[in-house]
């Protein structure tokens, strides 16, 4: 019985989908996370405790705990897990990504280095710490600009700016986010002491998801955001596969992709890339160690229906997945948006939305009483609508529609300092 070990911040959608999958295919699978005593041993075995965000803490400490138990493959769920994966990976000499490339996926500066070093097109970009003075700084930046937190992820602390005003204002909003936010500071990444200004790129944004083979890439997803993605904010909304785009554009993708993954040095394992399009071709944002995030990876399925999340676990303990195709129906997920912030009370209209024709699942995960908080701040969402058709466009109106039907009651909290506005 092969043994995998699956390192993942969280307990939620994904690990329950691997622990399913394990058990179907005779897996013996064990769980590596800051988080293992909600679950309560729930496959079995003893969960390995780490704590993410300090790395040559966490695998000396993870060395430890695993003591004489070896394991032929490992996985991870989120990008710091990534990282203690790979070095736990090297440590057993487990094929999976190297771990100076699964650094680079989850630093923006180190990236964009590596990309730029391959030829390929990204925005003009600079790094500068918190400490630096932010009118300074806002002299130096081309307009109209982004700024982005170095190592987080979903658009979290993305903001454009138009001008030197605005750039002010983001700068300090970022500050802000990364200096006070508790999960940020227990993380204690060095990213965090960082901003990156990078020069914005128009166009259509694509996210693609693949898997690699010993350096050997395959893309299994292209996915469209028909949503125009222009700031000052960056939350994403919809995504549909298969992509609308021609096939000279995906090939376009596919290429800049293969490529990405190639200067970034990554070797065995599933990555996750965004990219934007327009008339000067394919723009390389960035690259993830991993596969799609949360809920999301339901809009995907294989063959009769193989969770993504099962590709992944056949390939990390060595099955040959090259059949495993997406399924025919076009498919699609619409994260929910946060609208504004506040308490969360209910929603309405949730049996409305599931009647759509078209929809597979509505999904809420917010909870009575969790304070939200929308982006930029914020990192997640209400919940998921998740539907398939015929063709991409059928997908993106079922999902538009049945976002249509649902209504949420969100009261204003007290106490709370409101942020500074974006004209």
């Known amino acids: 019985m092969p043994r995998l070990l699956l390192f993942a911040a969280t307990t939620g959608y994904q690990i329950r989908v691997f622990a399913e999958a394990a058990r179907r295919l005779g897996v013996d699978l064990t769980l590596a996370t800051d988080r293992c005593h909600v679950l309560e041993d729930p496959w079995g075995d003893r969960a390995v405790p780490v704590r993410f965000g300090n790395v040559p803490g966490a695998l000396a400490a993870c060395l430890d705990a695993i003591g004489d138990r070896r394991f032929d493959a490992v996985a991870a769920v989120g990008d710091a897990p990534a990282v203690l994966a790979a070095d736990v990976a090297g440590a057993f000499d487990i094929p999976f990504h190297p771990p100076a490339a699964v650094r680079a996926c989850h630093d923006k500066y180190l990236a964009r280095q590596l990309f730029q070093a391959a030829g390929l097109r990204v925005p003009q970009f600079f790094r500068v710490a918190l400490t630096e003075n932010p009118d300074a700084i806002a002299r130096r930046a081309p307009y109209p600009c982004v700024l982005k937190p170095l190592g987080l992820s979903a658009s979290r602390g993305v903001i454009r700016a138009n001008h030197p005003d605005e750039f002010r204002t983001a700068f300090a909003r970022i500050k802000a986010l990364l200096e006070r936010t508790p999960d940020i500071r227990m993380a204690g990444e060095n990213q965090s002491h960082y901003v990156q200004v990078e020069a914005y790129i128009p166009g259509r944004e694509f996210a693609v998801e693949g898997i690699l083979t010993r350096g050997a890439p395959r893309i299994l997803a292209i996915f469209d955001k028909p949503d125009a993605l222009e700031g000052p904010f960056f939350e994403e909304t919809i995504y549909v596969t298969p992509s609308r785009e021609s096939a000279a554009?995906?090939?376009?993708?596919?290429?800049?992709?293969?490529?990405?993954?190639?200067?970034?040095?990554?070797?065995?394992?599933?990555?996750?890339?965004?990219?934007?399009?327009?008339?000067?071709?394919?723009?390389?944002?960035?690259?993830?160690?991993?596969?799609?995030?949360?809920?999301?990876?339901?809009?995907?399925?294989?063959?009769?229906?193989?969770?993504?999340?099962?590709?992944?676990?056949?390939?990390?303990?060595?099955?040959?997945?090259?059949?495993?195709?997406?399924?025919?129906?076009?498919?699609?997920?619409?994260?929910?948006?946060?609208?504004?912030?506040?308490?969360?009370?209910?929603?309405?209209?949730?049996?409305?939305?599931?009647?759509?024709?078209?929809?597979?699942?509505?999904?809420?995960?917010?909870?009575?009483?969790?304070?939200?908080?929308?982006?930029?701040?914020?990192?997640?969402?209400?919940?998921?609508?998740?539907?398939?058709?015929?063709?991409?466009?059928?997908?993106?109106?079922?999902?538009?529609?049945?976002?249509?039907?649902?209504?949420?009651?969100?009261?204003?909290?007290?106490?709370?300092?409101?942020?500074?506005?974006?004209?």
């Open 249 to 423: 554009a995906q090939r376009g993708m596919r290429e800049t992709v293969e490529r990405a993954v190639r200067a970034l040095g990554l070797y065995h394992g599933p990555f996750h890339a965004e990219l934007r399009l327009n008339e000067s071709g394919v723009w390389m944002l960035e690259m993830a160690a991993r596969p799609i995030g949360g809920l999301c990876s339901k809009a995907l399925r294989f063959g009769t229906g193989i969770p993504l999340e099962e590709v992944v676990l056949r390939h990390a303990v060595g099955e040959d997945v090259a059949a495993l195709h997406p399924a025919d129906a076009a498919s699609g997920v619409m994260m929910i948006p946060i609208p504004r912030g506040g308490v969360y009370e209910d929603a309405a209209g949730l049996d409305a939305a599931r009647a759509v024709e078209g929809v597979d699942d509505v999904v809420i995960t917010a909870k009575a009483g969790q304070m939200l908080a929308p982006l930029p701040e914020g990192a997640s969402y209400l919940g998921f609508i998740f539907a398939r058709g015929g063709d991409p466009a059928a997908v993106e109106r079922t999902l538009r529609l049945a976002h249509a039907k649902l209504s949420f009651r969100i009261a204003r909290a007290l106490h709370t300092l409101e942020p500074a506005p974006f004209t």
